[in-house]
């Protein structure tokens, strides 16, 4: 007997197992309902692709003076100190000058004396300064005896010699690379600093010459310095008509304003803003993904994300041009496009317009 209900009572709870699990099985056996993405996407547009082309150049001034003196000496003073800046006709160096002094005394004396040589010869021969004009004969006899023409030449040489003790500023602008002290012995026409106007900066560099079509004369640039904390603006202002062996062409950039920053001979960095020649379909680089080495964007419509493969042509650090695979005003996916696959239900969360 107590085997009967034990066996009974294994049953009922077998029973009441299997009816609870049904509703579990039913659930499960309901077909699985494919998840929308969140996606974010940009229309295409059809334009010109720019680009930036990132080369070096050299800060230089249209304004600069190699300084020296046009003759030897040692050097009495410096007036004004490196860095400085100075006016136009600043006195900035000067040789020592009693010798050059003491010999241009002499030379005016020599000539105060030939002319009341030349004078006394005149009144000797009885000539009045106009009869003297209408005998030019005797005019030059009376200067070669009297030695006037010559003194008043070696006068003016020395003069020259004196003046050439000094050197002045021919413009206004910063002094740069002195490299003399006071006592130092200067040779003539050897140079001794330099002279530059800081408002005359522009920068010189290059281009390869498969981009030169791509800019043009007043097209703007971004200049930045070494430290790359400063930027600036600049425009072409000078193409060279002119392709180097190394295939480089020189591009003049003027700046459009001027910085305590920068300093003739300065090496920076150029950021050219180069236009495409031909306009194409362009989107973001960031809706490129690669699948099976192929390039592809996936193209919303009608809610679903359509797998387009596209061929690519250049590209700026942002933008990249198609050249097939997609039409002006189609969206692309830039965000999430990782996740999708052809046909999957896409829900865009925000546009984004090129």
């Not at 002279?195 to 281009?207: Q, W």
Request: proline share 2%.
């Amino acid at each position: 007997m107590d085997r009967k209900l034990f066996f009974f009572f294994v049953c009922a709870l077998l029973f009441g197992s299997c009816k609870n699990d049904s509703p579990i099985k039913n659930k499960e056996s309901k077909p699985h309902t494919q998840q929308t993405i969140d996606v974010k996407v940009a229309s295409v547009e059809h334009s010109k692709l720019y680009k930036t082309i990132q080369m070096r150049g050299v800060v230089d001034a249209e304004k600069h003076q190699k300084l020296y003196f046009k003759r030897s000496g040692y050097l009495l003073s410096l007036k004004a100190k490196m860095g400085q800046y100075v006016s136009k006709g600043t006195l900035l160096a000067l040789l020592d000058t009693q010798e050059v002094a003491r010999n241009l005394n002499r030379k005016r004396l020599s000539l105060a004396e030939a002319q009341q040589k030349w004078k006394c010869l005149r009144i000797d021969q009885g000539l009045s300064l106009e009869a003297l004009k209408q005998q030019p004969t005797v005019a030059r006899s009376l200067d070669l005896r009297s030695h006037l023409s010559l003194s008043r030449l070696d006068l003016s040489t020395a003069k020259q010699q004196y003046n050439e003790s000094f050197v002045r500023a021919s413009f206004s602008g910063l002094l740069a690379n002195i490299d003399y002290k006071k006592g130092d012995f200067v040779t003539s026409g050897k140079y001794f600093g330099e002279l530059y106007d800081p408002n005359s900066l522009y920068i010189d560099s290059h281009l390869l010459e498969e981009d030169l079509s791509k800019v043009h004369v007043g097209d703007l640039s971004e200049v930045t310095l070494s430290n790359a904390t400063i930027k600036l603006k600049a425009h072409i202002s000078i193409i060279d008509p002119l392709v180097k062996e190394d295939g480089l062409v020189t591009v003049r950039l003027k700046l459009d304003d001027t910085s305590k920053n920068l300093y003739r001979g300065m090496h920076v960095k150029v950021a050219y803003r180069a236009m495409a020649s031909e306009p194409h379909c362009l989107v973001p680089l960031k809706a490129i993904v690669k699948r099976t080495g192929k390039n592809i964007v996936f193209v919303v419509q009608d809610g679903k994300a359509k797998w387009k493969e596209v061929t690519l042509g250049d590209r700026s650090d942002t933008m990249v041009e198609v050249i097939e695979g997609v039409e002006p005003k189609d969206r692309v996916v830039v965000e999430n496009n990782l996740l999708l696959t052809h046909d999957v239900e896409v829900h865009i969360i925000k546009n984004n317009k090129l």
